[in-house]
């Protein structure tokens, strides 16, 4: 018998449930957890986004997958905290934030981490459609984002998150590529 590739299980190893249905779930979780915290902001959103989170490592998440959302999270901290301080976002004055940061922001990174193992586990097989999905979904994202939220966004910073989220997906698809099993 040959080894599994990735996402070529028929059934989702943590929920024993049908393969369909814990993609269902994760992507699910994710749109609930975005639309919470642009529409509803850093309190509110914030709170939905750490439901989604911790019902995804209860039920959905592999061993370790933690790491992921943890890395996300620091990640979410150094790339948009460094363009929040460039000027990159126009924040209401009145949100929670990390320094120049909204916290509803920052919950995006670990809900978008959510998906790396689940729902976009076949797009890392595919490196070069990753980075695409990157270049189009990133900015799209932020823009998406920053209309519902009343953010405002500097003219260079969705080329910028267009590079950022392409080198990002290219970098997953890529590293994911090449561990085994």
Not at 35 to 55: D, E, K, P, T
Not at 107 to 136: Q, V, Y
Request: proline share 6%; net charge positive; charged share 10%.
């Amino acid at each position: 018998m040959r080894g599994r590739k990735l996402g070529s299980a028929s059934r989702d190893q943590r929920t024993d449930a049908p393969r369909w249905q814990a993609t269902l779930l994760n992507v699910a979780g994710f749109q609930l957890g975005w639309f919470g915290c642009v529409l509803l902001g850093a309190w509110a959103g914030g709170a939905i986004a750490l439901a989604v989170v911790v019902a995804h490592l209860r039920w959905l998440a592999r061993p370790g997958e933690w790491r992921w959302l943890l890395g996300f999270l620091l990640l979410g901290v150094v790339i948009d905290g460094s363009l929040a301080t460039l000027g990159g976002y126009r924040f209401d004055p009145q949100s929670p934030s990390l320094g120049p940061l909204a916290l509803w922001l920052l919950w995006l990174w670990p809900l978008f981490a959510t998906l790396i193992h689940h729902s976009l586990e076949w797009l890392w097989a595919r490196p070069w459609l990753a980075a695409l999905g990157g270049l189009i979904g990133g900015p799209s994202s932020y823009l998406g984002g920053a209309a519902l939220a009343g953010v405002e966004l500097a003219d260079w910073l969705l080329p910028a998150q267009a590079l950022i989220w392409t080198s990002l997906c290219l970098a997953i698809g890529l590293g994911l590529r090449r561990r085994p099993g």
